[in-house]
């Protein structure tokens, strides 16, 4: 006779995707406020501090050349194409919101 066996695996894959939800919204909420600050007078503060995060991973090849070329494009943009490319469902939003060189203001956002 088999033994029944719960499936933990559906469980956990359910976790896991509220897990991965709850992470892209924080993420969501982390690149609306940048959109709020770049278009504020702590626009060239911020752009300063994230233009050194992506010379950082230029200079240590920490990230691939996708991630330093699309976040210099758009901090060279006008913020609605950031907010295109980041926080719509543009196919590379994802990725790019989880390579972010704004993760210094996460502590700013609840």
């Given at each position: 006779m088999q033994s029944i066996k719960s499936k933990p695996s559906i469980s956990l894959r359910v976790l896991a995707r509220k897990a991965d939800a709850e992470k892209y919204e924080k993420l969501g909420r982390l690149h609306k406020h940048v959109l709020v600050l770049l278009r504020s007078d702590r626009r060239n503060d911020v752009v300063n501090q994230a233009e050194g995060r992506i010379q950082k991973?230029?200079?240590r090849?920490?990230?691939?050349?996708?991630?330093i070329d699309s976040w210099r494009r758009l901090l060279?943009?006008?913020p609605s194409e950031m907010e295109r490319e980041v926080c719509g469902d543009a196919p590379q939003a994802r990725?790019?919101?989880?390579n972010s060189p704004f993760s210094f203001l996460m502590k700013e956002v609840q």
């Open positions: 991973w230029e200079e090849d920490l990230c691939s050349r996708f991630y060279n943009s006008d990725a790019l919101a989880q």
